[in-house]
């Protein structure tokens, strides 16, 4: 810095102090890599997602341009069209079902496991298990356990059992999809609550012992507490969890995929983030497969924002003004 | 104290960071899954399947001892290698990426590819003197792998090089056919002995192949409860494009291999081309009437015919669990005694017999010998087909260079370097009768020792016309449908499951005329559109 841009009790000609400006320097520098980060990986692919939707490739020219709404029509037209898409686009939503019978069951345990039952400490280590466990992994064993392939000699305890109690079941076979599906709902529920049951029981725990003592001097009996003095205030937690139920939506594909391995006659096991998934996988990330494959986000994108304003405006609703 | 305690949770908050901040730089210069290869002048990335790992070992071993060069070998377990995210990224890559995938033609479109003309331009040496490798290559399978690299532009280029022929056709088991009588009407002498009265060779036509069929379940229902039971025809549901080895080879043969045997309908290869008939790659034409050949319609319904009872609309003459089956599971199911039941015939490719190696499926009772003796065979032809067998071949597997490859030229050289005669013969020696798309005769190898059921392969895929996606009677490449090059549909659109399904509950023409409908009403748009197609009524 030359002389004369600084005047004699140190002020920059623009106003700014040495430290002021050292101090400007310093926060800049700290700020430089959180916003080239947030710019480049948060901005520029999001940006990127809601524009490509509109946009078409050219290939004899090799670029991409304008095609205002002709994707999104064509798209979510095979939505109601074409068997195939209409059975990913609806089985992604088989998340949904899959977590709100998820909610009650994790609110009873966690609530059971919130009184320090006997041994509570040797379930919360059981029900964590599948979480740490690869979803991979766990699903291979599930699905080891139900094979049904007496051709090859592979009959999984499970199945043995199934045929064992009278139930006809005929393993992975994609010939019978409604089998399929509940075996993968089966799978869901078992694999997927433990994450749920520690997050409510944590947070019933945090409840004030003096509250719950105050209400079971009044008679208050094992359900009533539940209902009405631990739900209503680990309410804030339960929206949370409901909110990430709708989002699962534009994430169901791993543990179909990973069961059937084929999306099935007409996408009967398919859902659209597989079908993206698989969009990249043929075709690899050119131009016209990342048009595609935005196309498709953005419209579960649009039939999901709704849900989630409206869902999230209700639960801010019911949820009691409290803290403590 | 309180002082001195925060100074050293600040100095080991500072030197978790300045380590993480290595670490994290570390990876950086990392090649993340190709592994680190410094120090090599060539690295390989090959997907590390079927074919084993002798051929390019010992491959790039010869190639270091002419060159002088470091050849760096790196295996993967992913089809396409992990390389698209390399390729796109221009980073950490690989000098030859050996895929099973086709990819490859999307790395063109995005320019990630280096062109291979001067490869094709190379001599290598040949049995019959030196010649250039696109005169040595097989002239039917060549044109599948030049493409534009920018669409339209007039300028067809090389970008892959074959890797292995794959035929698909059947197998069956030897020990069942030697004691398996026959009924029914009489068969030639060359099928049935008329002596004995048993099968003394596998059926070589549609209708030996049902008497063949019929016979089994007969046999079958004589074998006494808790013993090995046998079906007559092995598939798998799961892998089910493995019913394309019939329909492929049938349909052909209706249909013309390369003159249509139906006036106006186009014969198989044009079935490829797509209804094209301009040499200008900007207006191709379309016409998906293919879709309705009837020699296609006459194979699904002889598939249909011999797979599906039709009362019950349930499957017949196979495993009962044949749709929670796979291709592994087959595997198994035929050559392995651990099994309940058996099929008599597979369909089956090349491999199977080094797959069921790998697997340890061969001696389930661990004697030494084999649980099951197996040989290769045609699939039947139609009755009243008079040509030379037809096989379904597969060529999908390629090497290709990266534009942005550190050493193109040395890479380029290396995949010359493996298409001299001797070195194709070593893969063929290595991979235990895999074989490469070029003009050798794997038959005459020295010191092969291939097994009987690697020289019925032999036999078949030399004797024989081979079927694949490609218009093989269009001579000029520039009129090869852009249809065919950049979007390979095949015969089904895209839904092998829904094809299965339909087999059990259609016939051939309602199959066909939903598959044409479908591809008109989702797919030709978009063809239309992305390739500047005139459509054809």
């Given amino acids: 810095m030359t002389n004369s841009l600084v005047n004699k009790t140190g002020k920059h000609k623009n106003g700014m102090t040495r430290r002021h400006r050292k101090q400007m320097i310093f926060i800049f520098s700290l700020m430089l890599f959180p916003i080239s980060q947030w710019l480049i990986f948060w901005l520029y692919p999001n940006v990127t997602n809601l524009v490509l939707p509109f946009t078409t490739y050219d290939f004899f020219e090799g670029k991409i341009v304008f095609a205002g709404f002709e994707n999104l029509l064509t798209e979510f037209g095979k939505v109601f069209s074409t068997p195939a898409t209409r059975n990913a686009f609806f089985n992604s939503w088989r998340a949904l079902p899959i977590n709100f019978i998820i909610l009650p069951i994790s609110v009873i345990v966690g609530y059971a496991f919130s009184k320090h039952v006997p041994g509570e400490r040797i379930f919360r280590i059981l029900f964590f298990i599948p979480s740490i466990i690869s979803t991979v992994t766990l699903v291979l064993c599930f699905k080891y356990i139900f094979e049904y392939a007496p051709s090859a000699d592979l009959t999984g305890p499970g199945a043995q059992l199934l045929h064992k109690i009278g139930i006809d079941w005929h393993g992975w076979n994609m010939e019978y999809p409604q089998q399929v599906w509940t075996m993968i709902y089966i799978y869901c529920i078992w694999a997927g609550f433990s994450v749920n049951v520690i997050m409510i029981s944590s947070a019933m725990q945090r409840i004030p012992e003096a509250l719950i003592e105050s209400a079971k001097l009044d008679g208050t009996g094992f359900w009533r507490e539940l209902w009405s003095i631990r739900i209503p205030l680990i309410m804030p937690t339960i929206s949370v969890f409901i909110i990430n139920s709708i989002m699962c939506v534009t994430s169901f594909f791993l543990v179909p995929m990973t069961f059937m391995t084929t999306k099935g006659p007409e996408g009967i096991f398919d859902t659209f983030p597989w079908l993206m998934l698989r969009h990249v996988e043929e075709n690899g990330l050119d131009p016209s497969t990342m048009i595609a494959v935005s196309t498709l986000g953005f419209i579960l994108m649009i039939c999901l924002t709704p849900i989630i304003i409206v869902t999230k405006a209700i639960t801010d609703k019911i949820t009691p003004d409290v803290s403590f | ?537």
């Fill in chain 2, 1 to 537: 104290m309180k002082k001195f305690a925060k100074k050293m949770m600040s100095l080991a908050l500072t030197t978790v960071a300045c380590f993480t901040m290595i670490f994290a730089t570390a990876c950086g210069g990392n090649n993340g899954p190709t592994g680190d290869n410094s120090g090599y002048d060539l690295r390989i990335t090959y997907f590390d399947g079927g074919y084993g790992q002798g051929w390019i070992t010992e491959g790039a071993k010869s190639f270091e001892a002419l060159t002088g060069k470091k050849v760096g070998l790196i295996p993967s377990s992913e089809y396409d290698c992990g390389a698209d995210i390399y390729l796109q990224s221009g980073k950490n890559l690989s000098d030859i990426y050996i895929i099973e995938s086709s990819m490859w033609k999307g790395w063109v479109k995005s320019g990630y590819l280096e062109p291979l003309d001067s490869v094709y331009d190379t001599e290598v040496d040949t049995a019959s003197g030196k010649q250039k490798i696109s005169n040595f290559m097989d002239q039917q399978v060549k044109g599948k792998y030049y493409l534009e690299r920018k669409i339209g532009n007039g300028m067809m280029q090389p970008w892959a090089l074959p890797l292995g022929a794959t035929p698909n056709a059947m197998a069956y088991n030897c020990d069942v056919l030697e004691v398996l009588p026959h009924n029914g009407v009489a068969l030639s002498g060359e099928v049935v002995s008329s002596q004995t009265g048993l099968w003394v060779a596998p059926p070589r036509t549609v209708s030996e192949l049902k008497a063949f069929i019929d016979d089994v379940n007969a046999y079958n229902a004589t074998i006494p409860e808790g013993e090995t039971k046998y079906v007559p025809l092995g598939w798998c549901g799961k892998n089910a494009n493995i019913l394309f080895y019939a329909i492929y080879s049938w349909w052909a043969q209706a249909q013309g291999y390369q003159t249509s045997n139906y006036e106006g309908e186009g014969s198989f290869a044009d079935f490829w081309n797509f209804g094209n008939t301009s040499s200008d790659t900007r207006s191709h034409t379309l016409d998906t009437r293919v879709f309705l050949q009837s020699g296609l319609q006459f194979a699904i319904d002889t598939l249909i015919d011999i797979l599906v009872n039709e009362d019950t609309d349930q499957w017949k003459n196979t495993l009962e669990d044949v749709m929670s089956i796979s291709s592994q599971d087959l595997q198994k199911t035929f050559v392995s005694n651990s099994v309940k039941v058996k099929p008599v015939l597979v369909f089956a490719a090349s491999y199977l017999e080094s797959e069921t190696i790998k697997y340890n499926y061969l001696d389930s009772d661990g004697d030494g010998q084999r649980d099951v003796n197996f040989k290769f065979m045609p699939v039947p032809k139609l009755d009243g087909y008079e040509g030379k067998d037809v096989v379904y071949c597969s060529y999908e597997d390629v090497m290709v260079v990266p534009q942005k490859a550190t050493n193109k030229e040395l890479a380029k050289q290396f995949l010359a370097f493996m298409c001299n005669q001797d070195k194709l013969e070593m893969f063929t020696k290595e991979t235990k009768g895999c074989m490469r798309p070029f003009n050798y005769d794997a038959r005459n190898i020295q010191g092969g020792n291939f097994s009987e059921y690697t020289q019925g392969v032999f036999d078949l895929y030399y004797n024989s016309l081979h079927a694949f996606e490609y218009p093989i009677n269009c001579t000029d490449l520039l009129s090869v449908s852009n249809v065919y090059r950049y979007e390979r549909p095949t015969f089904i659109g895209n839904d092998i499951d829904a094809f299965v399904k339909a087999l059990k509950t259609e016939n051939g023409q309602k199959i066909m005329t939903d598959i044409y409908n479908s591809i008109n009403s989702h797919d030709v748009s978009t063809w239309v559109k992305n390739y500047r197609l005139t459509v054809v009524e």
